[in-house]
């Protein structure tokens, strides 16, 4: 196989992911909705109960909704990763992985561009977030458009590849509730999304080591430092750490020679 | 060197303690229309997916036209068709989009794949459809674009599992013709699984699955003389008959 063709078969992955996307319109809504909910809402009910004091990367007193502005766009990568792991279980009872496993391109390569599809989709949403944001007065530096680029295709890269290995683990579509209460709600409640870990400290303390374990929690950071321009390393260590974790163990569940699928079977090949 | 198109060498398979799939062994020769015969239950699907590498083989050996599966799996899979039971198409893509996805997994450009996609539209007469989204054909229809996609990177051996499940007679007939035209104009190896046996031919050879174990195989004549039946029908019914087994 040459370099063009791993480029075409690349391309081909991306293409569908883009092009299933656009014909669920209402995904594309739902996955803006549910931040701007958070923003409008429940940042404004929240604003005058919580208040933030200066911490970095802020260099002024903010409003609560400019705080939560990174944790929603994690969200929407973490809800985006889960939605793609839900696709693979969904794509496997329907077949499309079969498909997309009979390519003879190695394995790695083909959920490598998968993951880098859903990641590419997770960001186009972000992006998208961030411009009805700034007319709600959530103005990060200009630059700072530029600067969150590579920590949100690193966030989705993360978060993707923890839902491709949650996806080799749900045999069946109904678990996936499962997931909603046991992955999405837990790493998003017990981060700093929603509140700086110097208040959860106050609050409970091992919460805040709960936080401080939490991966979500330095993809939140990687993201808010570098929406302000700034880098955060100990951020970018853990979210690049975990990225790798995750994506190994995505890989090795997907191989069939040692993976899981090999061991349980898929819906359907069972007779 | 002459490999057989689909060779099966002391093949099992376990799901826990149940036993799928029990020293099978068996050939597909080259140019051949072989059925795989079985009734629900006998293992089919299971050599399916070891064929198709969704699951790992753990005991026994697997080669595609001389190509072992696990250790030159990417030229056994290029050489490889496959059509399998369930639907594999993207329902809200078209057609042709459903080529182009499929022609970029094996790293087929798009010149290349339009021109191809436009060829084999023609042979399973869906040319007129290409643009249309696969949600709206019917499940005969569904079935040919599933054949014609499989077919798309030119393999030399096609696998198919039950595809006539859920398709009435018209469109059952269909698909038999066009997989038997396609041995000659594209001279190519069929493995057809299926439990009708009303979907053999005199000329096919035929792999008699039952409980995980090959009970017979070779060509419908041979099997015949072999059991002394009058059709290949009763002949199978005496070969997965335990009692007359035993």
């Known amino acids: ?271 | 060197m002459n490999a057989p198109a689909l060779e099966a060498r002391n093949v099992s398979h376990c799901y826990g303690a149940r036993k799928a799939l029990d020293d099978v062994s068996f050939s597909v020769g080259r140019g051949k229309f072989c059925v795989l015969l079985g009734l629900n239950g006998a293992g089919k699907s299971t050599l399916f997916s070891l064929v198709t590498r969704l699951f790992a083989l753990r005991q026994g050996s697997l080669a595609v036209l001389g190509c072992d599966l696990q250790r030159e799996p990417r030229k056994a899979l290029e050489q490889l068709g496959v059509v399998f039971q369930s639907r594999t198409l993207d329902l809200d893509l078209s057609v042709a989009q459903n080529f182009y996805y499929h022609a970029a997994l094996h790293g087929i450009g798009k010149a290349r794949a339009n021109a191809r996609t436009e060829e084999l539209l023609n042979a399973v007469q869906l040319a007129d459809r290409a643009g249309e989204k696969v949600r709206n054909l019917s499940g005969g229809q569904m079935r040919r674009v599933e054949i014609a996609r499989a077919l798309l990177h030119k393999p030399r051996l096609l696998v198919l599992d039950e595809p006539t499940v859920g398709l009435d007679i018209g469109a059952r007939a269909d698909i038999l013709k066009l997989v038997r035209g396609l041995i000659a104009s594209e001279g190519m190896s069929v493995l057809w699984a299926t439990h009708l046996t009303d979907e053999i031919a005199g000329t096919d050879d035929v792999i008699a699955l039952h409980k995980g174990k090959v009970r017979a195989s070779g060509a419908v004549t041979t099997l015949l003389e072999q059991t002394g039946a009058s059709d290949i029908k009763q002949a199978f019914m005496l070969l997965i008959d335990e009692e007359a087994l035993a």
């Open chain 1, 1 to 271: 196989m040459s370099y063009a063709a791993y480029a075409i078969c690349l391309k081909g992955i991306i293409w569908r992911e883009g092009l299933r996307f656009l014909h669920q319109r209402e995904r594309f809504v739902s996955a803006l909705v549910r931040p701007l909910v958070w923003l409008f809402i429940f940042a404004a009910g929240f604003r005058q109960v919580l208040g933030i004091s200066i911490i970095p990367p802020y260099e002024t007193y903010i409003l609560y909704e400019v705080y939560i502005t990174p944790g929603l766009l994690a969200m929407i990568q973490l809800f985006n990763g889960m939605q793609s792991s839900l696709s693979m279980v969904y794509d496997r009872e329907m077949g499309n992985m079969r498909v997309l496993l009979l390519s003879p391109f190695p394995r790695w390569f083909l959920l490598l561009g998968k993951l880098i599809a859903g990641t590419l989709v997770s960001v186009l949403q972000c992006y998208a977030y961030l411009l009805i944001a700034y007319f709600w007065e959530i103005e990060p530096p200009p630059l700072g458009y530029l600067t969150v680029l590579p920590a949100l295709l690193l966030v989705g890269l993360m978060l993707g590849s923890l839902g491709m290995l949650l996806s080799s683990l749900i045999k069946q579509l109904e678990n996936f509730a499962g997931v909603m209460n046991f992955v999405i709600f837990p790493m998003f409640f017990a981060s700093s999304a929603l509140y700086p870990l110097w208040r959860v400290r106050e609050g409970s303390p091992w919460l805040y080591y709960v936080c401080q374990v939490n991966p979500f929690t330095h993809a939140v950071e990687l993201i808010r430092f570098a929406l302000y321009t700034q880098f955060n390393p100990l951020a970018f260590a853990v979210v690049f750490g975990c990225t790798a974790v995750f994506m190994l163990g995505a890989l090795v569940a997907y191989d069939p020679s040692r993976g899981l699928m090999a061991l349980r079977g898929a819906p359907g090949a069972a007779a």
